[in-house]
């Protein structure tokens, strides 16, 4: 049997046990591209303060008590970190047989606060007997010396990722959907980060604005170019209140199809060396939220049966 090197075959293969990535979503972390220090109003396919006033209102103020000597959200935070981790381990131990756990900050960009807030964060996280680990969701432009010293120092014992938004290589591409930097801060990012061994996952956005295949294709092979240890793809879908909205009811944006995003996944799967992992090979919403398109609502089983049939013509799998 042929099967795709997923990141679950690598955990299994590197602590010899069900190893799965639990994800947390703590209060208090923002975005550079949120509150206005590179750019404002967030990605376009992003919430934004111009359709979304509360979230604004809430991240400047969560960016002034994170960036000030007392934090008073702090405390908060790890409480909410020590429920979601006891909560959401049961259930995967339940449901999952999950043995071990790697804690994933998902939410946000989560090295964009002061250096003693991440660091107590990170150190509570890898307190508890069953983490192996952490994987450290962020932005190319958010990662100082500091933190990166401190996960090389943390990855001497556990198991420490780094998962930057590459999205795509071309910056005509990162300017129209707001992302407040260019290609060459991603690719450095990365390439700082191997030089010191730390394992990067990038992220990669099939289907965004004025991009074709080649250029979607393109994106992929730099990004393992630079040296990517796992890959995750998303097709990018339209959500209510946040530009991207605008331009699609504007006809000015229209989302790609389900055929061209499995055959553009499959293409980059071809093209992907084999000792990078994959994390994910699509994503959607299912809730009333989505605008566009409706295939990003199926079920992901549905979608997964798709994307495999494709892999089985094209020998990947079998």
């Keep these: 049997m042929k099967q795709l090197y997923t990141y679950g075959r690598y955990l299994k293969s590197?602590?010899?046990?069900k190893v799965?990535?639990?994800?947390?979503?703590?209060?208090?972390?923002?975005?550079?591209?949120?509150?206005?220090?590179?750019?404002?109003?967030?990605?376009?396919?992003?919430?934004?303060?111009?359709?979304?006033?509360?979230l604004a209102k809430n991240a400047d103020k969560t960016f002034l008590n994170l960036h000030s000597k007392i934090n008073p959200i702090l405390d908060k935070q790890l409480k909410e970190l020590e429920e979601q981790i006891l909560t959401t381990q049961k259930i995967m131990r339940s449901e999952w047989q999950t043995e071990k756990f790697l804690i994933y900050f998902q939410s946000f960009t989560n090295?964009?606060?002061?250096?003693?807030?991440?660091?107590?964060?990170?150190?509570?996280?890898l307190t508890y007997d069953s983490v192996?680990?952490?994987?450290?969701?962020?932005r190319s432009d958010s990662v100082t010396d500091e933190v990166l010293d401190y996960l090389?120092?943390?990855?001497?014992t556990k198991e420490i990722w780094i998962e930057y938004g590459i999205q795509s290589i071309y910056d005509e591409t990162l300017e129209r959907i707001n992302r407040g930097h260019n290609s060459l801060n991603v690719e450095d990012a990365i390439k700082k980060a191997k030089a010191k061994g730390l394992n990067v996952c990038g992220h990669l956005i099939f289907g965004l604005?004025?991009?074709?295949?080649?250029?979607?294709?393109?994106?992929?092979?730099a990004a393992y170019d630079w040296g990517i240890d796992s890959v995750k793809y998303h097709p990018l879908y339209v959500v209510k209140n946040t530009l991207l909205a605008n331009e699609y009811k504007s006809g000015g944006f229209n989302p790609i199809g389900k055929e061209e995003y499995i055959d553009t996944l499959v293409k980059a799967i071809?093209?992907?060396?084999?000792?990078?992992?994959?994390?994910?090979?699509?994503?959607?919403?299912?809730?009333?939220?989505l605008l566009a398109p409706s295939w990003c609502g199926l079920p992901k089983n549905e979608m997964l049966f798709y994307i495999n049939r494709e892999l089985i013509n094209e020998g990947l799998i079998y």
Excluded: W
Excluded at 20 to 29: A, C, I, Q, R
Excluded at 132 to 138: A, E, H
Excluded at 270 to 286: C, F, M, N, Y
């Design 152 to 156: 090389v120092e943390l990855n001497k």
């Design 14 to 17: 590197r602590f010899h046990a």
């Design 132 to 138: 192996v680990g952490l994987s450290i969701g962020t």
């Design 209 to 221: 604005p004025g991009e074709d295949q080649e250029m979607m294709l393109n994106s992929a092979k």
């Design 111 to 125: 090295t964009y606060a002061p250096f003693d807030t991440i660091k107590t964060l990170y150190d509570k996280a």
């Design 270 to 289: 071809k093209l992907k060396p084999e000792h990078i992992s994959i994390q994910r090979v699509t994503a959607g919403i299912d809730d009333d939220t």
């Design 20 to 54: 799965s990535k639990l994800p947390l979503g703590l209060s208090g972390f923002t975005c550079p591209n949120i509150d206005g220090t590179v750019a404002k109003g967030g990605c376009t396919f992003c919430l934004n303060d111009s359709f979304s006033p509360n």
